[in-house]
């Protein structure tokens, strides 16, 4: 059953469509990668299927319901969630403080917990188990702002993933990372569990190839690809949309 699907998404900007009639489906569970050359439209999609820009035309789904003008917050309450290229963390906070108010921000915490005199308790539970399946419980009294890159953006994941959504969304999780960082990032995505649909974008093709069961190429506003990445990759209209571009797939 597919999750989240956009159909004959536009989107204009004057003269001209950074988007144009893209159909996109992602089914649950799958981990799909978003790729394309500078400017071909993978932000703009992004933040149309997150709320954060409408598109001219088109419609998405969400398990079924419309959400094509639902606001950003609620559709994160409904199970979307998203991280932002950058950083959305409380720089003062600690890790498990960051944690536990994404944690508290979850409708169903709101609801079932804290009415009760254990909410709290039950609250931060959730927290250091989230921090625990990210192997991160070491740095759950440090400040978040004292953290390296790496784990700053390991962080807005596990916040992200607190509110169990059942599509995750990562804009270039490894962008500005080591080569260590990004294997570890990479180990993380890999370990999510598979009631989360993931999708990224993504610029690093080894990380595309090690994490995505399929991927989508954008190219001008037109999705020109989509298969496995064996097919993309030796997809002629794929290798001539990235000639004279910066990065190849
Ligand atoms: N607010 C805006 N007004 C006008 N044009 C815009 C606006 N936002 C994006 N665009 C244009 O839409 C096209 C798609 O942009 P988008 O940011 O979605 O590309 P991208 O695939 O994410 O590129 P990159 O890999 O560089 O991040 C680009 O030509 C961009 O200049
Ligand atoms: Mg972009």
Redesign the pocket.
């Known amino acids: 059953m597919s999750a989240l699907i956009a159909t004959g998404i536009t989107r204009r900007?004057s003269g001209f469509n950074?988007l144009e009639d893209v159909n996109f489906s992602l089914a649950a569970g799958e981990r799909r990668a978003l790729i394309?050359p500078?400017?071909?439209?993978?932000?703009?999609l992004f933040d149309i299927l997150g709320g954060q820009r409408e598109p001219s035309s088109g419609t998405i789904t969400f398990d079924g319901q419309d959400i094509t003008r639902q606001p950003a917050h609620q559709r994160a309450l409904n199970g979307l969630a998203r991280t932002f290229q950058r950083n959305n963390l409380c720089q003062a906070l600690s890790v498990l403080e960051n944690i536990r108010l994404a944690v508290q921000a979850h409708g169903k915490a709101k609801h079932d917990l804290m009415r009760h005199a254990k909410a709290h308790t039950a609250i931060v539970e959730r927290a250091e188990q989230v921090l625990e399946n990210m192997s991160m419980s070491s740095l759950a009294m440090r400040r978040a702002g004292e953290l390296s890159y790496g784990d700053q953006r390991k962080l807005e994941i596990a916040m992200a993933i607190a509110s169990e959504p059942r599509v995750l969304m990562v804009d270039e999780p490894t962008a500005g990372m080591s080569p260590a960082e990004t294997a570890e990032m990479v180990a993380v995505m890999q370990n999510l569990p598979r009631s989360m649909s993931l999708l990224i974008v993504e610029h690093d093709m080894d990380v595309v190839a090690a994490l995505a069961d399929r991927t989508t190429v954008?190219q001008n506003g037109i999705v020109i690809a989509e298969g496995s990445w064996d097919d993309v990759r030796n997809s002629e209209v794929v290798q001539r949309a990235y000639i004279g571009g910066q990065r190849t797939p």
Request: proline residues 0%.
């Open positions: 900007y950074a394309g500078n400017g071909a439209g993978k932000s703009t954008l």
